[in-house]
């Protein structure tokens, strides 16, 4: 198992700020449509890039017709 003391530091420097834009982002997004909100937001702070993948896919669906 790789140690903390062998990722080298500009790893963390580029991946702790894409965790927590896309923590809060899913967060924010997921909020405004009620979408569970906090399980988002803790998935999106774990792991990167699935769970904006899946929001994407399951909850936003951009290639649905909107509702008239």
């Known amino acids: ?10 790893v963390l420097f580029v991946l702790v700020p894409l965790l ?7 967060y924010l997004h997921a909020r ?3 979408y569970y909100p ?5 998935w999106g ?3 990167i890039p699935l769970p904006t993948i899946l929001y ?3 909850v936003v669906r951009p290639w ?3 509702a008239k």
């Open 32 to 34: 405004k449509h009620g």
């Open 1 to 10: 198992m790789t140690s903390w003391s062998d990722i080298p530091l500009w």
């Open 38 to 42: 906090w399980l988002w937001a803790l």
């Open 45 to 47: 702070f774990i792991s």
């Open 64 to 66: 649905r017709k909107a």
């Open 56 to 58: 994407v896919l399951f």
């Open 20 to 26: 927590i834009t896309q923590g809060t982002g899913l």
